[in-house]
């Protein structure tokens, strides 16, 4: 079984699974990159070298015959990818800055309600708002209560990550509605490189290119960028952005663990009440569904 017939057989809430585990340990490793290229940096490489791959890809699927020609995008189909690029360096830049500054499970639970703001208005049912504001309401108690101990700037930092997090998801869904495999995506993450890549040569300079930095950042890059977003886009090709919204809650949980084994991070318990409300939000979003909500369409 090639790999795309496995993505397109996989569960949606597997592909949603399997990216977040592997973007939230990508971040907490990214954090070591900081103390030699900054946030900045970091972002850059991330998405510089996951565009360099993705764009490798595509040009080796293409050369190798092994899918059928893609019909050729129009203006319009390469002006949503850009724009899905320059949304995808946005939320890195400052997810990214946001981390430096306050615990990855802190940030990722902020950062959740953009994707909360996508599974609200994307609501028909009673039930589905009350797992949103469920799930609201472990972010707003983090927020508020806990945030006599975190700095402001990274507590902002998180919610604007947030908000391109929103934007993201209904992006992402067009890009793959307008684009055959990975080539919307190579299209992006390009355009997001670029446009990242002369903040993060001012900001870091020669380190950036050290080999240690750029082995480091190929980690990196394919952990945080090159898997959980192919991942995530064929998700996102079988499912409403609404359920792909509350399926991310899963972040969360997978952020705080990866901060407790990589970076050795701890939380509060009233930050652990208000993690178990965001995940147990998913759980019984999941379970409570309609038939097919989170399956694959038909």
Do not use: C
């Not at 070591?32 to 970091?42: D, E």
């Not at 998405?47 to 092994?66: E, F, K, N, T």
């Not at 615990?103 to 797992?131: C, K, M, N, Q, Y």
């Amino acid at each position: 079984m090639t790999t795309n017939r496995a993505l397109e057989r996989s569960p949606a809430i597997v592909l949603v699974g399997g990216g977040a585990v592997s973007v939230q340990f990508g971040a907490a490793l990214a954090t070591k990159l900081f103390g030699r290229v900054g946030p900045t940096g970091a972002a850059t490489l991330r998405l510089v070298i996951a565009a360099a791959i993705l764009v490798g890809l595509v040009l080796g699927s293409r050369s190798a015959g092994s899918r059928p020609v893609a019909r050729r995008a129009s203006s319009a189909d390469r002006a949503v990818a850009i724009v899905f690029g320059l949304v995808l360096a946005a939320m890195n830049l400052s997810f990214y800055e946001a981390i430096a500054r306050i615990p990855l499970g802190v940030a990722v639970t902020i950062e959740f309600s953009g994707p909360l703001a996508v599974a609200l208005i994307g609501s028909r049912r009673w039930l589905d708002g009350l797992w949103a504001l469920a799930a609201g309401g472990g972010v707003a108690l983090l927020a508020t209560g806990a945030g006599h101990h975190l700095d402001p700037a990274g507590l902002a930092l998180a919610m604007l990550a947030g908000t391109f997090w929103a934007a993201y998801i209904l992006l992402n869904k067009e890009t793959g509605r307008r684009f055959d495999s990975l080539n919307g995506l190579a299209w992006a993450m390009t355009a997001g490189g670029l446009a990242l890549l002369p903040v993060g040569v001012l900001g870091a300079g020669a380190a950036l290119f050290r080999p240690a930095v750029l082995g480091l950042g190929a980690v990196v890059a394919v952990l945080a960028s090159v898997i959980p977003y192919s991942l995530e886009l064929a998700a996102l090709r079988r499912v409403t952005p609404r359920a792909f919204g509350v399926m991310m809650s899963l972040d969360p949980a997978l952020a705080t663990a990866a901060g407790f084994l990589v970076l050795g991070q701890q939380l509060t318990l009233q930050e652990w009440v208000a993690l178990a409300l965001v995940v147990g939000a998913n759980v019984g979003n999941t379970l409570a569904g309609r038939p097919g909500a989170v399956a694959l369409a038909s």
